[in-house]
């Protein structure tokens, strides 16, 4: 297959897995689960439905090495890193602060790709981020950089526990869930050439319930919190998670962080439809500015 046809379906299915996931902040929020449970359980779900594709023949002999293992270990404990941290930032802080510090991991691919992957810091690359942000910074304009930062390193009256209230602990856990996220995309990268897909997805999500085990909970205790498992770990977990991990071999790790600022503009029509949250001419501006972004990408890639 000629290497732009190659780079075209690595788009689409990342974009793809971009959207899908752009709805599970609505679903989480209808679940009413705790965090850790809500993972824990969808999870288990996706590991039931990834055992039937693992057991196949041709799948058990191509089992990762020792430093397979690790590498995929290390991508488990991102994740839960991630997603953990992310969701606790909706819980601290506004919507608008745990999606803006968590889109910082464009910029921590830039910085970290041409170290590991040797991938150089091109002017599509640049621009690309510039524009994708400025949309971002739009949509979410009711906080900054200058706020975030001083929300973190505020000392107030000199108290610490004025220092770290709820929403300076939002802001910390967007961050750090923008790290993982960021440090996620290269470790895919770097495993993606050498790794079976199906195999890389069934083993982080098997150490990651490992991980989680003494903190599951109690059991989905409604029909509604128990069919929302089972739609995240089909969907979320399972699905979308292979669309993305097919595309990022075929796309730069820089290319693949861009276009997750797809997410919130997917995010932004999931609660138009579903919430009836319009959004004001200034929120389409910036997504206009975000899908330009991914344009570029595409097109200059």
Not at 17 to 30: E, K, T, Y
Not at 81 to 103: E, P, Q, R
Not at 121 to 149: H, N, Q
Request: glycine residues 8%.
């Amino acid at each position: 297959m000629p290497k732009s046809n190659t780079s075209e379906k690595g788009y689409f299915f990342i974009i793809s897995a971009l959207l899908i996931w752009s709805s599970q902040g609505i679903v989480v929020r209808a679940s009413k689960m705790p965090v850790a449970s809500l993972m824990f359980y969808s999870l288990v779900v996706s590991l039931v439905i990834q055992s039937f594709i693992f057991l196949r023949a041709p799948i058990r002999k191509g089992l990762p090495s020792a430093r397979g293992f690790f590498s995929i270990f290390v991508l488990s404990v991102l994740s839960l890193i991630n997603t953990l941290a992310y969701f606790y930032a909706f819980s601290y802080t506004s919507i608008s602060n745990a999606v803006f510090t968590h889109y910082i991991a464009p910029i921590v691919v830039m910085l970290m790709a041409p170290i590991f992957l040797k991938e150089k810091i091109t002017m599509t690359a640049v621009l690309s981020v510039s524009v994708a942000s400025l949309g971002l910074w739009i949509i979410m304009r009711d906080v900054s950089v200058l706020d975030v930062a001083a929300r973190i390193f505020s000392t107030g009256a000199g108290s610490t526990g004025q220092r770290f209230k709820p929403d300076t602990i939002g802001i910390i856990c967007g961050l750090i869930s923008g790290v993982a996220y960021g440090a996620i995309i290269i470790v895919l990268k770097i495993i993606s050439d050498n790794n079976n897909k199906y195999l890389v997805v069934f083993f982080q999500n098997l150490f990651v319930v490992m991980l989680l085990m003494p903190f599951a909970g109690q059991t989905p205790a409604t029909a509604q919190s128990l069919w929302i498992v089972v739609a995240i770990g089909a969907l979320y977990s399972t699905v979308a998670t292979y669309l993305y991990y097919s595309g990022i071999a075929h796309v730069g790790a820089n290319k693949a962080a861009i276009l997750g600022y797809i997410e919130p503009i997917g995010a932004i029509v999931f609660g138009a439809l579903i919430l009836s949250e319009m959004p004001d001419a200034l929120s389409v501006l910036g997504g206009v500015l975000i899908i330009a972004a991914g344009y570029i990408v595409i097109k200059k890639g």
